[in-house]
């Protein structure tokens, strides 16, 4: 499974075959994510670690359908292989287009052109979403960066945010935000009104890593597990299920296309 490497002071390591992951982001000695390269070699799993892409839907559809048609969490683009347009030492342009196997599950002529690219201690993905169908087409999209935080510093792990209100997924209902307890056996909260399109999560021992994206990433989640070397720092454009409920989902109209940025930094 090829992967690419790029590096212009950070490093980092993206493999096209696999959604388009970004696996490795490294400014210097600091590892900024956490991946479990198992799940990386075994295309029948999901990879449990670096960045995947969310796209067309960022988390779980009710009943795991849109418009009748079958889309599991988190949509399909993080296990189809894209295609390299352009590389060189510090970025890489990949592509992914429209097929009968997209159409079977999101009936629309898209193409989504991801540019990744590295310089100092920062990672930016910019995103191009065309439309090049007939009729306007519904955007969702998101990542899912696990960051490398040891189980045994969780405790003291903060992230950003201004969020009062949540959606705890573990426990199924809304609550009141009173700040995270990333020691519990899940934690797995959609904040309702984080407050812009930019958090922090400041890791003990280890520089604070900025995730600052587009306008458009409005909506964040936040998971990790007990016993894992990760918390998860989500910017989705639209809670889950918007493809179904309308809530916060974008649009890009006919022969159209939109164009949204993901940076991920270490603060100095």
């Not at 479990?36 to 670096?50: E, S």
């Not at 599991?72 to 347009?85: T, Y």
Request: contains cysteine; aromatic residues 10%; charged residues 25%.
């Amino acid at each position: 499974m090829e992967s690419i490497e790029l590096s212009d002071g950070a490093r980092a390591e993206v493999v096209p075959a696999r959604g388009a992951i970004v696996t490795r982001f490294d400014v210097g000695d600091t590892q900024v994510l956490y991946l479990d390269r198992a799940t990386l070699a075994d295309p029948a799993k999901n990879v449990r670690g670096g960045i995947p892409f969310l796209f067309p839907t960022a988390g779980r559809l009710d009943g795991d359908r849109y418009q009748g048609r079958e889309m599991k969490q988190h949509g399909f683009a993080r296990n189809l292989p894209f295609a390299v347009e352009r590389r060189d030492a510090r970025s890489v342009t990949v592509a992914l287009d429209a097929s009968d196997e997209t159409r079977a599950r999101f009936p629309f002529e898209f193409r989504v052109e991801l540019t990744i690219s590295v310089a100092e201690r920062e990672l930016r993905i910019a995103q191009r979403y065309q439309n090049r169908g007939g009729e306007r087409m519904p955007l969702h999209a998101g990542f899912h960066p696990y960051f490398f935080v040891p189980d045994a510093d969780k405790a003291r792990a903060t992230v950003e945010t201004r969020a009062t209100r949540a959606f705890d997924n573990v426990q199924k209902r809304d609550v009141p935000f009173t700040g995270f307890d990333f020691t519990r056996p899940e934690v797995d909260l959609h904040l309702h009104d984080h407050g812009g399109s930019a958090s922090a999560l400041a890791r003990p021992g280890a520089p604070t890593v900025e995730i600052e994206g587009s306008a458009e990433f409005g909506h964040w989640v936040i998971w990790t597990l007990a016993g894992k070397d990760f918390i998860c720092v989500e910017p989705w454009t639209a809670p889950a299920n918007a493809l179904n409920s309308g809530d916060g989902v974008l649009w890009i109209e006919p022969h159209a296309e939109r164009s949204l940025s993901l940076a991920i930094r270490l603060r100095d």
